[in-house]
C-alpha cells in the first residue's frame, strides 16, 4: 500500500516569504497526487492535483506543485506568501487500488 | 459551487452509546467515502461507498461501524457503541468517478467527542 510523507510537521513564513512544502510518496506504480488545504474551522479543499503530463502543476490562489518521479516528490510551492495562507496543507496520494492516502499535514503560519 | 455538507458539526457522546453522522455529497456524485481525523494525526480513510453498497473498507472499519444510504441524497456513518478512541473529526467526501480520476470533494467535517 501506499504511503505518504509529509517532512514539514510546521513551518513559521512572514509575509513574502516563499515557501516549499515537501511531499514524498512510496508507492512503485502510477499514482495521482493532490495537496488539499484546510483553513481554521474549515473543510478541506483541493488545491492542486497531477494525474499525467506536465509535471510542473498550477492550483489555486498561486500555488503549483511539481512532480519528481525519480524521487517520488511532489512538493508545494508559493512564491510568495500572504497570511491568509495560514492553513493545514495535506499532501495525499491515490493510486490504482482507488484508496486515498494522506500525509500527517503540515501547518503554515504566516506572520504579518 | 455544490459542496459536501455535514451535520452536526459537533456531536458529544456518552461512551457506548450509538451516534449517528450525517452527510449530503455533491448531487450527481456516485462514489462517497468516509474518513477520520485524530486530533494531530493524519486523515485517515475508512470506507468507500458506491451502487449501494461497499467497495473498500480499511481495518478501522470494523463491525461497530456501518455506512447507509437511506434515501437518494444522505450518506450516514452509524457507530454503533463509541468507544474514547473514536473522538476524532470525521470527514465525508464524494467524487463523480472512480478516486484515481477524479478527486474527492470533502465536507467541513464533523468533530465526534466521547465522554
Known amino acids: 500500500a501506499q504511503s505518504v510523507s509529509q517532512h514539514n510537521h510546521h513551518v513559521i513564513l512572514s509575509e513574502a516569504a516563499s515557501l516549499e512544502l515537501g511531499c514524498n510518496y512510496s508507492?512503485?506504480?502510477?499514482?495521482?497526487l493532490f495537496w488539499y488545504v484546510q483553513y481554521p474551522g474549515q473543510h478541506l479543499q483541493l488545491l492542486l492535483k497531477y494525474f499525467s503530463g506536465d509535471p510542473l502543476v498550477k492550483g489555486i490562489k498561486g500555488f503549483e506543485a511539481e512532480f519528481i518521479k525519480s524521487k517520488f516528490s511532489f512538493n508545494l510551492r508559493k512564491p510568495s506568501v500572504q497570511w491568509s495562507d495560514t492553513a493545514e496543507y495535506f499532501c495525499a496520494v491515490n493510486a490504482e487500488n482507488n484508496d486515498m492516502r494522506f500525509g500527517a499535514g503540515t501547518r503554515l503560519t504566516v506572520k504579518p | 459551487e455544490p459542496e459536501v455538507t455535514q451535520t452536526p458539526s459537533h456531536q458529544v457522546t456518552q461512551m457506548g452509546q450509538e451516534v449517528i453522522l450525517r452527510c449530503v455529497p455533491i448531487?450527481?456524485?456516485?462514489?462517497f467515502y468516509w474518513y477520520r481525523q485524530i486530533l494531530g494525526q493524519k486523515v485517515e480513510f475508512l470506507v468507500s461507498f458506491y451502487n449501494n453498497e461497499i467497495s473498500e473498507k480499511s481495518e478501522i472499519f470494523d463491525d461497530q461501524f456501518s455506512v447507509e444510504r437511506p434515501d437518494g441524497s444522505n450518506f450516514t456513518l452509524k457507530i454503533r457503541s463509541t468507544k474514547l478512541e473514536d473522538s476524532a473529526m470525521y470527514f465525508c467526501?464524494?467524487?463523480w468517478g472512480q478516486g484515481a480520476r477524479q478527486p474527492q470533494h470533502f465536507g467541513d467535517g464533523t468533530r465526534l467527542s466521547i465522554l
Open positions: 508507492y512503485g506504480g502510477t499514482v495521482n
Open positions: 448531487s450527481n456524485h456516485l462514489y
Open positions: 467526501a464524494s467524487s
